[in-house]
């Protein structure tokens, strides 16, 4: 794209969102692995199969507390007529019976622990009853009952877990009990974040009379952190063009975030120097309110300038760059919002050829557009319960339509 | 409950989950609150109100990039008959215009910038065109369009958010707005996990043959984060009823989980233990498969004896142990896992008296039960892609019944 300088004077061509997509699709692969501590993978992204390299368990082990048998000898055997076995030792987790057994000897075993030569059946604690070292039966047990066969749980060999699993807390478990201590997980995407702006106070500092606390980088870093990116580093800017120039180029991300700066006032430096410096390949984009995003390229990270208005920051962030480091990460390019239907109380009005990010309100069964809808109301999205993405094609959703609901909050973590 | 010691005994009678869950209900008050950094403070639960102690914005501000004038001036103005006025100086964000405007002055404004005294409108950069100290503007616009009130997005004195709500990345935004540097939160519930079992090794160590490595603290180390708890302490114990006795006396928890020893082996220890030492309210459940586990207290601490068998461990984990450290962290009870219909495609068999934690499988539209579903087949809970809970009333279902899916994967986070 030839640069045009937009400052002071507007868009001319606003970009759809599926074509600035189609873009990045073609320039996330996935990064390449590393290896982490087990204890630190949950929620990682394997970068290979893993192959089981023996099997679980090991050896025969107990399914119950009880004894240890030949259970064909036990055939017969009720509280009218019980059997009597010789207990000849005991078998648990970590120490074994280390002999074998004979016709009518037991061994007491606890679950879980190696089923001794000889037997071939567990009976259960609950109907033996020792005397000395006697146990009297009053059950019987099938050969193969209560024992765990070599292998049951994972055959070695097989595939355990195929490459770009997202690791759930018992895959974790699983991979323990392969005795991994180190996992191959896809790296996390590195994110530096450019937060410009002499308007701009951080919490904490005192504020000038015409000063606004900065709130677009904590609520940044809790959008990459959700996404599983890794912040590298946050610089707060002032809107000073060799200063911006400097902090592009500083390497070492895979995705830069610019926030304010974007548009086409007359200090938004941002796009005019990713032009310069690597390659602006969008900027303006028929999205509501987010029309002033950029994205581009400079050496291997990907840029994305984005609105300082934080409504509009979010949602570029959401539609555009949070999708890139979930790709980035191996993690699939979906929202990450549950979704429900909900029929509209009110209607939705939206532009043909624009996409717009409609926040709405759920009143029991129903939800309606939130009244202050400005892209500097960041309330409104506190205050709102999801949002509508209405399609370039729309004209907007009249009383009564279904639409799909983007939740905020996971269903599970809303108040009851 | 009188402690009846139901080592290689059994169970005489199991208490229903929902008896329990009373119970818990009864004792699981959200913990206090602590002050943690802003930037910390996405997922948490806040543990007060936050009434806004500013406006947002403090000042008029410019919603567009443009000229700040008296809308009324510029009415009829168009292409064919612009109108003139004189640019007397400019606003920026953070560096505002100090005087004020007279009739046909106009003052060069950025988005976000203070609106200065004289001027009720801004008139976009696109329908103006510089020369000089002159512009010609050729459009017009109603006072009051494209400028921000004081206290648009908060009124100083109106509540913010409300106590009990689980910080999303746009409150942190929001807070930060209202230049909050410190937040109060819920505390996070501390979590001691002691693993017990002679027959257990560490990944990363060297395994004896009759050993197996210990899959339970991994897994439930990545449960306890999912479910925002800390934990404070891990102990990997053998066998021994001393070790055991002073371990489950460590003060500084608000929730213990003992993993192993639950049952009614000879080396199961923890429930007469926890009788002894505090209160062990519940022992031997109506839930498959994770009937041993024991639930009681000890100080201020909630103990839970949790099966060493891994899937029982999951099960009873989440069942009991996760709902309880969500409770005390402020957060919802639910399972934390999204649920789906889907029909059966072959039956689920299941036990009146007893609730019965089924892993399922999802194929296309439709799920089965999976094959191997004993209690220590923890490679069941990976292949499976989600459970169903029958409850106690139920005999199972038939091929066709529709039923509750909990998904382990958020349906975001499911490969495409």
Redesign the interface.
């Known amino acids: 794209m030839k640069f045009r300088d937009v400052r002071?004077?507007?868009f001319e061509k606003r970009a759809r969102l599926s074509a600035v997509l189609d873009w990045l699709d073609a320039h996330c692969a996935s990064l390449p692995g590393e290896s982490i501590p087990?204890?630190e993978s949950?929620?990682r992204i394997l970068a290979e199969e893993i192959v089981a390299t023996s099997n679980?368990?090991?050896?025969r082990?107990s399914?119950m507390?009880g004894y240890a048998i030949a259970g064909e000898e036990t055939t017969g055997a009720s509280d009218y007529s019980p059997l009597t076995f010789r207990v000849v030792g005991e078998s648990?987790?970590?120490?074994?019976f280390s002999g074998k057994l004979y016709s009518t000897q037991a061994v007491?075993i606890?679950?879980?622990?190696?089923v001794p030569e000889g037997a071939d059946a567990v009976l259960?604690?609950?109907q033996a009853s020792e005397a000395g070292d006697l146990v009297e039966f009053t059950g019987s047990v099938p050969p193969g009952k209560n024992v765990?066969a070599i292998g049951?749980?994972?055959r070695e060999g097989t595939s355990?877990?195929p490459a770009?699993?997202?690791l759930?807390?018992?895959?974790?478990?699983?991979?323990?009990?392969?005795?991994?201590?180190v996992v191959p997980v896809i790296r996390r995407p590195k994110v530096r974040m450019l937060i410009t702006?002499?308007?701009?106070a951080a919490?904490?500092q005192p504020?000038?009379?015409?000063?606004?606390?900065?709130?677009?980088?904590?609520?940044?870093?809790?959008?990459i952190?959700?996404d599983s990116g890794e912040l590298i580093e946050q610089l707060h800017l002032r809107?000073d063009r060799h200063l911006i120039s400097e902090a592009l180029q500083r390497p070492g991300a895979d995705v830069l975030l610019v926030s304010g700066g974007s548009?086409?006032?007359?200090?938004d430096y941002a796009p005019s120097l990713l032009d310069e410096l690597g390659e602006l390949d969008f900027h303006g984009m028929a999205i509501r309110p987010a029309s002033p995003t950029g994205v581009g390229r400079l050496g291997s990270a990907i840029v994305f300038l984005l609105p300082?208005?934080?409504v509009s920051c979010?949602c570029a962030y959401d539609l555009l760059a949070g999708r890139t480091i979930r790709q980035l990460g191996g993690?699939?390019?979906?929202?990450?919002?549950?979704t429900r239907e909900f029929v509209l109380s009110k209607k939705i009005v939206s532009s043909v050829g624009r996409l717009d990010y409609c926040r709405v309100c759920i009143d029991e069964e129903r939800v309606f557009p939130v009244a202050?809808s400005?892209?500097?109301?960041?309330?409104s999205?506190?205050r709102a319960d999801g949002f509508v993405l209405v399609p370039e094609e729309s004209e907007g959703y009249a009383v009564g339509t279904t639409v799909s609901v983007h939740l905020?909050?996971?269903?599970?973590?809303?108040?009851?």
Chains 1, 2 share one sequence.
Do not use: C, K
């Open positions: 002071m004077r507007g087990l204890a949950a929620g679980i368990p090991a050896y082990r399914a507390d648990w987790p970590g120490s074994p007491r606890m679950t879980g622990a190696p259960p604690a609950e765990g049951e749980d994972v355990v877990l770009g699993r997202r759930r807390p018992q895959d974790v478990g699983l991979l323990a009990s392969l005795g991994l201590a702006g002499n308007e701009l919490v904490g504020i000038g009379e015409s000063q606004i606390f900065d709130s677009n980088s904590p609520m940044l870093h809790s959008l952190v959700r809107d548009s086409v006032g007359a200090e300082g208005n934080p979010l993690r699939s390019p979906r929202l990450p919002y549950a202050t400005g892209a500097s109301i960041l309330s999205t506190s905020y909050d996971l269903p599970f973590d809303r108040p009851l």
